[in-house]
């Protein structure tokens, strides 16, 4: 029986929590069923564009997880939830947008 639900965002340049839910008998959550159809340990590759401020401007599927629903899951918690350290122009010292890949493994736990 499954007890809990891991979402394990690998991003290490994140200052705020992205994700982490648990899994409550009475109430399922659809991500569980997501992965136990695609399976357990697939993972969705992302590339999200950083804005000055350190928010999430755009996401990027560059890796499907083979469902949809969990890709979206995962844009939708970095857009909502992340906020990243600000890169500094080496030039002008002002803050500037960036790139970052991350990898999100959707895994249950028992």
């Keep these: 029986m499954v007890s809990a639900i891991s979402i394990l965002l690998l991003a290490a340049e994140l200052t705020g929590a992205a994700a982490d839910s648990e899994y409550n008998k009475d109430n399922p959550d659809p991500i569980i069923a997501e ?4 399976g357990s340990e697939s993972k969705t590759v992302v590339d999200l564009s950083i804005d000055a401020a350190g928010h999430v401007a755009r996401c990027m599927v560059i890796e499907s997880s083979g ?3 969990l890709d979206q899951a995962a844009c939708k ?6 906020k ?4 500094l122009d ?3 010292q002002k803050p500037v947008g960036y790139l970052y890949r ?3 493994i959707w895994r249950l736990e028992e």
Excluded: D, M, Q
């Design 77 to 82: 918690t970095f857009s909502e939830k992340a």
């Design 35 to 38: 992965i136990e159809k695609v």
């Design 67 to 69: 469902s949809e629903y």
């Design 84 to 87: 990243f350290a600000p890169k």
């Design 90 to 92: 080496p030039v002008t």
């Design 102 to 104: 991350s990898r999100i």
